[in-house]
């Protein structure tokens, strides 16, 4: 069965800081890696990687994945109050594309 | 431009009985995804709708189904529910570009969700 974990659970930094969310997974037949940030409700849409070493990059927020360790790490620099949210990571897998998602990250930024 | 709306916003069934819950996508928007966040559990695949044809599915039982309607809104019908079926259910639409309409895009955009409970 496909398996995706994100570390840690939860997160408390203050602004300013960095931090690097984890995400580890074991999939057959690996397609792509999916990060999203979850507010309230809805999530949206951070990043697709597919390709191993190559980073991705959008204003503070940048993701890589390595293929061999089969992982992800999703970094926010700079913090601000607003990236408090879930961040869900999910993998593509199997010939029918199906996704599954990890429990998410709950990081809080305190002012 | 109007976003993914869901509805209702909030639902109360008791167990054993059906629930249904509707979607509409973004305007253009042909493929209609659903899925289950229960708590603890984290966000699980249910369905995948394009061009009203079932597309794919999560590791669901057959009690979990679905439409997807000639202007691309969609169902998620709930049979003979269980109080492990109280969760968010959130909907998302997206495109599906170019010629491949095998793999879904992940350029998702998510509807507010409707909130299931079953007493």
């Known amino acids: 069965e496909d398996k995706v974990v994100q570390s840690p659970l939860s997160l408390v930094v203050h602004e300013g800081d960095t931090v690097t969310l984890n995400c580890s997974y074991e999939v057959t037949n690996f397609r792509s890696l999916l990060w999203y940030k979850q507010e309230k409700k809805a999530p949206t849409f951070l990043f697709m990687l597919t390709s191993s070493g190559i980073e991705k990059k959008s204003g503070r927020l940048s993701s890589i994945l390595d293929k061999k360790e089969l992982f992800s790490i999703l970094n926010i620099t700079a913090t601000q109050t607003g990236d408090s949210a879930v961040y869900l990571c999910a993998v593509e897998a199997g010939a029918n594309s199906k996704l599954t998602f990890g429990k998410g990250i709950t990081l809080s930024v305190r002012p | 431009e109007a976003g993914v709306t869901q509805s209702p916003t909030h639902l109360i069934k008791t167990r054993g009985q059906q629930a249904t819950l509707r979607c509409s996508p973004i305007s253009g928007h042909t493929s209609v995804y659903w899925y289950q966040q229960a708590l603890g559990l984290g966000l699980q695949f249910l369905l995948w709708y394009d061009e009203g044809e079932e597309r794919n599915r999560g590791n669901f039982p057959p009690r979990f189904s679905g439409r997807q309607f000639p202007n691309y809104s969609s169902e998620l019908n709930v049979n003979a529910l269980e109080l492990e079926d109280s969760a968010l259910y959130l909907c998302?639409?997206?495109?599906?570009?170019?010629?491949?309409?095998?793999?879904?895009?992940?350029?998702?955009?998510f509807g507010p969700g409707t909130r299931l409970t079953v007493t």
């Open positions: 998302a639409s997206s495109l599906v570009l170019g010629s491949n309409r095998d793999s879904p895009s992940y350029e998702q955009y």
